[in-house]
């Protein structure tokens, strides 16, 4: 989530026939060796994505983080209306190309208010309630920080057929001019607390505060309830760190940017992989590590040439999620189908385990 922020026939996937290799620095597979899924620099057989193909209709997603509070969907973007509100074709895109639940992240008691409201429209969605780290100031502008959580409960419990977690909540020492240190840690603290009285699951950010992330876990280990560190985008210790916690760990296209990030997620058991999107941010970029792993690709426009049955260039979506499991199998080298499935059970136990 993004610091401070926020029926046509959905287009189907193109598959390249043939997608282009770019040849990885030998200094950087040494350091970062890959699973043997290329032999010499080569393409793995096309016959393979063909199957992958064939197959696709098979898939489930969970998009476990999307911000589809975020004013892009509506159209604006920096304050300026670019073109009319299209979530209903975002989310059109989505269950065309397989998703069956989507999570909307919340960052404030009114992002959560909004993300509800969304979550109202459609059986499929559903939300998270919580401070983002970045936004914590907000529990002493409120005046009263146990009024802030109050209002944060409330919204949890009046609405708990919609509402599968707390959060996104954490630190982010990345982005301290929102809020300071101290601050952040203190309401990760107190939402902790929410999470074990509403045995809610906790959603969880991480950016550049492993330490005290860890640390403030490891104090709270005996009440702590399940929970995902989402968009992770550290190294094999920062991973092992959490899963020792007893954590799974949420992968998107932050996550896949270099080859330490790749190295990192093939450490990470199938059965604690979970995966996401964080649209409308996080999408994998042609400079990302992870750029000539993805094999499906979506056209798109510019938002000034806005068009019903295409995605915004730059504005991330929920049916993006099938390259995240593309690049996934790929650097571990497993079978998309396998795990594809794994991550589902693994989504479907922590935040829907009433409907196994």
């Keep these: 989530m993004k610091a401070q922020r926020q029926s046509s026939i959905g287009l189907p996937c193109v598959v390249p026939a043939e997608p282009v290799e770019t040849a990885r620095t030998p200094a950087n597979l040494s350091v970062y060796p890959r699973p043997n899924t290329r032999t010499n620099g080569q393409t793995p057989p096309r016959k393979r994505f063909m199957l992958a193909a064939r197959m696709s209709n098979l898939r489930k997603f969970i998009d476990i983080g999307a911000n589809l509070t975020d004013s892009m969907y509506q159209g604006i973007y920096h304050g300026s209306q670019k073109h009319q509100p299209d979530l209903d074709k975002v989310l059109e895109r989505s269950w065309k190309n397989n998703l069956s639940k989507i999570i909307i992240t919340a960052g404030s008691v009114e992002d959560s208010k909004k993300a509800l409201e969304i979550a109202r429209t459609d059986g499929k969605l559903y939300s998270t309630v919580g401070c983002h780290p970045t936004r914590c100031n907000e529990f002493d502008e409120y005046g009263n920080p146990e009024e802030y959580l109050k209002s ?121 992989l979970m995966i996401e999107t964080d649209c409308p941010w996080c999408e994998i970029r042609s400079t990302h590590a992870s750029a000539n792993d993805v094999i499906t690709h979506f056209p798109s426009v510019k938002k000034e040439k806005w068009q019903a049955d295409q995605m915004v260039k730059g504005r991330n979506e929920p049916c993006t999620i099938v390259q995240i499991l593309e690049v996934l199998a790929r650097i571990r080298d497993e079978e998309e189908e396998y795990l594809c499935n794994q991550i589902y059970k693994n989504t479907m136990k922590l935040f829907f385990p009433y409907e196994l």
């Design 152 to 272: 944060l409960s409330d919204l949890a419990l009046n609405n708990k057929d919609k509402v599968v977690a707390i959060g996104e909540m954490g630190l982010d020492y990345d982005r301290l001019n929102f809020c300071p240190k101290e601050a952040q840690k203190k309401y990760f603290e107190l939402q902790l607390s929410l999470c074990s009285t509403l045995k809610l699951p906790m959603f969880l950010h991480c950016r550049n505060a492993s330490d005290d992330f860890v640390r403030i876990l490891r104090k709270h280990k005996n009440e702590l309830t399940p929970g995902v560190v989402h968009s992770f985008d550290g190294n094999p210790e920062d991973a092992n760190s959490i899963l020792q916690l007893g954590l799974y760990i949420g992968v998107n296209g932050c996550s896949l940017k270099t080859e330490e990030n790749l190295f990192a997620i093939t450490t990470i058991p199938s059965d604690r």
